[in-house]
């Protein structure tokens, strides 16, 4: 399994921006995807946006508001996150796997988003 590791996490305003990266320990084909997942205190981690060469797709919740891009030449996704809400902090993860649609088996240690003012 491919190693991932976040950053780019903080405490930011409602209406603020972030952006979060995300490297890979070695280098991943474009067809392959990668992403980014939250997971709230007391719920499920859901999908927040995913991009391969395939294309993106991103939740309903975020579509607007963030913007996934990855760099294949730096091994690195990011997310640019505007607009933020305070329904938007949670612990941010990494992904990455075979499908555009479904996680894969690699994880990141996450990064906390926290918005608040």
């Known amino acids: 399994q491919v190693q991932l590791v976040e950053s780019g996490g903080g405490l930011v305003q409602p209406g603020g921006s972030l952006r979060l990266s995300c490297a890979a320990s070695r280098s991943i084909s474009s067809n392959y995807a990668m992403g980014w997942y939250r997971q709230a205190p007391g719920k499920q981690r859901e999908l927040v946006a995913r991009i391969s060469s395939a294309g993106t797709t991103y939740a309903d919740s975020v579509k607007g508001r963030f913007t996934i891009s990855r760099d294949n030449a730096k091994n690195t996704v990011y997310l640019q996150m505007n607009s933020l809400k305070p329904e938007d902090t949670a612990v941010y993860y990494c992904?990455?796997?075979?499908?555009?649609?479904?996680?894969?088996?690699?994880w990141g240690q996450g990064t906390q988003v926290t918005v608040s003012s």
């Open positions: 992904n990455a796997g075979p499908s555009l649609y479904i996680s894969g088996a690699s």
